[in-house]
């Protein structure tokens, strides 16, 4: 009985969100290796490479918290449609120009549309999943951009060889305007949980409001969401780059090395969104967080390819036992009346973590020694364990047995 009332749950989020986030990942995937090589090609320094790709992350994380507040104005409906039609139009611009300052302004735009499509998302989810089924709802959510993100890299690349960047950035830009159209298709007509108020019928939360009312929240499941993003950031750095010049592997190596983790990583979604709603989001949350911390500890005994797939496979496993955790825990703590202003905040914090984690790595590899820099990420994956597992109260709630009883 609870398998196809999991299904019925899930089914009509297809359209307005699944759907669209498979669509808008894959292209997103596509400009992993091809972004970094086009702004090289237009003649700038190395800096400003970086910058071109860094620049959406940016964009994403500063646009975070005025996109939560937006949301407690305009509908989660227009706000999905409006983040989404700024990614598609700013990565289909990015086929028609070779200037690089247009791109860098481009790149910016792509991530403010992201953080509004995110959070608006999230939002609906919140209000159209009950809480007794939410984890599998937003494990499916990261899952979805998990198997998005893993085949789209090769197909952006060997696109762009076979024919152009420009045509590659067009196929990624009609992806993202294709996941669109089946929510310009549908209108978001949610079941609310029994209790909660729809969101039009609640005054907009200020910044300062959601800061008073949830500081102890945002001060201790927040600041274990800075550092799991952190190490999650941080391990995709630390890896290829300790293979590349302490094990001295080559690109190819070091490919399958990412591959492989990433392939075992994508296939735990659905295992995790079960573990966390039916024994608790700790039960997923704090041993992903542990197993991060100690695959980065034991990253330098690896001492060739097959040391260091055995850490990347390890690497794949805690990340994907925590397959939507973060964004289950930020879920579960949002007020149902309006969730927009809370959800900004928590996913700047998260996407802070996400900036920091790689620059961790660089820091403390150019001051100490890339030997050194593992470590690091091992102490904040520790940390965000044990305050997942001290500090941050149990979210989820059991369903009473006369409602289980009667679904």
Known sequence: MRIPHV????????????????????????????????????????????????????????????????????????????????????????????????????????????????????????????????????????????????????????LAELVSYEACFLVAGLFAAVGVLPMLLMRNRVERPLGS????????????????????????????????????????VIIPIYGAFVLGLDAAEIGVVVSASAAIDMTLFPVAGYVMDRYGRKFTNVPSMFMLGASMAVLPLAQDFVGLIVVGLFAGVANGWGSGAMLTLGSDLAPRESPGPFLGVWQFMGNTGMTGGPLIVGVVADAAGLDLAPF??????????????????????????PAAASA
Not at 201 to 207: D, F, G
Not at 377 to 401: C, N, P, Q, Y
Request: hydrophobic share 55%.
């Open 7 to 158: 299904l019925q749950t899930l089914r009509p989020l297809i359209p307005g969100v699944y759907l669209p986030a498979f669509l808008m990942f894959f292209g997103v995937g596509m400009l992993t290796p091809t972004l970094p090589l086009f702004a090289a090609e237009l003649g700038v320094n190395y800096t400003l490479v970086t910058l071109a790709v860094a620049v959406t992350g940016l964009g994403t994380l500063l646009w975070n918290v005025p996109a939560g507040l937006l949301q407690a104005r305009w509908s989660e409906h227009r706000s999905a449609i409006v983040g989404l039609l700024a990614v598609a139009a700013a990565t289909l611009a990015m086929g028609f120009t070779r200037d690089y300052a247009l791109v860098v302004v481009f790149r910016a735009l792509a991530g403010i549309g992201m953080a509004t499509w995110t959070i608006s998302r999230m939002s609906h989810l919140v209000a159209a999943v009950p809480q007794h089924h939410r984890g599998r709802a937003m494990s499916l959510f990261g899952g979805i951009m998990r198997i998005s993100l893993f085949p789209s890299p090769a197909i952006g690349g060997a």
């Open 197 to 236: 108020v729809p969101a039009r019928h609640v005054a907009p939360s200020s910044l300062w409001a959601v800061l008073r009312e949830h500081w102890r929240d945002l001060a201790t499941a927040g600041t274990g969401h800075v550092l799991a993003s952190a190490v999650r950031a941080g391990r995709q």
């Open 376 to 401: 690091y990420l091992a102490a904040a994956g520790f940390a965000s364990g044990l305050i997942f597992l001290f500090l941050v109260r149990e979210t989820h709630r059991v369903r009473e047995k």
